[in-house]
């Protein structure tokens, strides 16, 4: 297994920005699809960001794109998502999720088809 944690997340103002960053440790892929899930109350969970480990392109769900960056540092297992322009509506808590694939494209958006996941973060913005 893969053992994740995320960091970053706290209490920012209507406007403002956030990094959040994923650390692995224990098992490697050699190929994997990595995504940024989030959850508010009483709503499903929702993906935010994908991108496969092999890939060079990244999706993004049309309610956060030109506003968050979905990046990575393979040498030191770490994944970020930048969020700039924060809206009251982003308030969730925030998962990074992993899953070692066999295949280079697209990553699947079905947050049961990953199986590592982080405990998640809070992002409050108010």
């Known amino acids: 297994d893969v053992q994740l944690v995320e960091s970053g997340g706290g209490l920012v103002q209507p406007g403002g920005s956030l990094r959040l960053s994923c650390g692995a440790s224990?098992?490697?892929?050699?190929?994997?699809?990595m995504s940024w899930f989030r959850q508010a109350p009483g709503k499903e969970r929702e993906t935010v960001a994908t991108?496969?480990?092999?890939?060079?392109?990244?999706l993004y769900a049309d309610s956060v794109k030109g506003r968050f960056t979905f990046s990575q540092d393979n040498a030191k297992r770490m994944l970020y998502l930048q969020m700039n322009s924060l809206k009251p509506e982003d308030t969730a808590m925030y998962y990074c999720?992993?899953?070692?694939?066999?295949?280079?494209?697209?990553?699947?958006?079905?947050?049961?088809?990953?199986?590592?996941w982080g405990q998640g973060t809070q992002v409050t913005v108010s």
């Open positions: 999720a992993l899953r070692g694939v066999t295949w280079v494209g697209l990553c699947p958006h079905n947050p049961a088809w990953y199986t590592d």
């Open positions: 224990g098992a490697r892929y050699s190929n994997s699809c």
């Open positions: 991108m496969h480990s092999g890939g060079t392109s990244t």
